[in-house]
């Protein structure tokens, strides 16, 4: 009974305390002309928003989108996550039986199909760039053959230890993998990151929590529209808004470290209530994810 008593607990409203951060101004950038950002959404799974953030409705019905993001740079185009790749229903099999039970798919068309379509060559990607490992934000890597995915140190070693939650990315054969480091240099409070094209237009900083390396990315436009992707620090809006966590038995399934999570959360609901020109993109808020041009419209 007191453990059915605190996992109950776990989906109680409870907000975090945001973090206290140094007042700091929004850092430069110089995103060059032609930089521009599309989504491409590859699948949607049906859920509810108790199993999002602590306070969520049981009755709220949700769509997680599962999107790829293609960054159009002079130096290089970047696609950050794949969404779900041509092998979709045979890798969700793969998920974590609760997992299933409790979410519905369905699949739309892989990333690199979309583009092909589009007449754009996914080989010429500068590189696939997860926010982490987990499934399905790795599906569509054997969509882009030889396309070079972008690790840091600490997710390249998580991907060979961290058991069946990063199965799915060892099971793949042939896959190239490209190594980048972060330099201690502190963006908007965070002790490191790595301005990609050195123009910071696009900069990732480590968000450990859900995965060992997993990461945020900023992204500054032409039109100084300033974008944040979250990965899955959050599943939904509101876990930056109130801020929440979620609930035990997300966090069970799916985050290596909770605490960590909650450290992260804290920091960019932070930031969000600072900085309010910053565009807060879960991965997985289809609400969110809509605000984007879809490929190949694209958001200067």
Do not use: C
Not at 16 to 27: H, Y
Not at 112 to 130: F, H, N
Request: proline share 10%.
């Amino acid at each position: 009974m007191l453990g059915l008593a605190l996992v109950l607990w776990s989906f109680v409203p409870l907000r975090l305390e945001p973090a206290v951060l140094s007042a700091t101004p929004l850092p430069a950038a110089s995103p060059p002309a032609g930089m521009s950002v599309s989504a491409l959404p590859t699948a949607d799974l049906e859920s509810r928003a108790a199993f999002a953030f602590r306070g969520g409705s049981i009755s709220d019905e949700r769509l997680f989108s599962q999107t790829a993001l293609l960054v159009r740079h002079p130096r290089g185009d970047l696609l950050f996550d794949t969404g779900l790749g041509e092998h979709a229903r045979e890798h969700f099999e793969q998920t974590p039986g609760l997992m299933n039970k409790l979410t519905a798919l369905t699949v739309k068309k892989p990333a690199a199909r979309q583009l092909k379509e589009a007449g754009y060559d996914p080989s010429t990607l500068a590189g696939i760039v997860p926010t982490h490992v987990h499934w399905d934000h790795i599906s569509g890597v054997p969509d882009f053959g030889k396309v070079p995915v972008w690790l840091n140190d600490v997710e390249r070693d998580y991907t060979q230890s961290g058991g069946h939650i990063t199965a799915l990315m060892r099971s793949f054969r042939d896959v190239t993998t490209k190594r980048y480091a972060f330099a201690p240099k502190p963006y908007l409070g965070f002790a490191q990151s790595f301005d990609v094209w050195g123009d910071g237009s696009i900069v990732l900083v480590p968000a450990p929590g859900h995965t060992p390396g997993s990461i945020l990315v900023f992204l500054t436009l032409p039109s100084r529209t300033r974008l944040v992707l979250l990965g899955d620090l959050v599943w939904q809006f509101e876990g930056i808004t109130l801020p929440a966590e979620r609930p035990w038995p997300s966090r069970r399934l799916v985050d290596d470290d909770p605490e960590q999570v909650r450290s992260v959360i804290s920091h960019v609901a932070t930031l969000h209530a600072r900085f309010p020109e910053l565009q807060m993109l879960p991965a997985h808020d289809a609400r969110a994810m809509a605000k984007l041009p879809v490929f190949p419209a694209m958001m200067p």
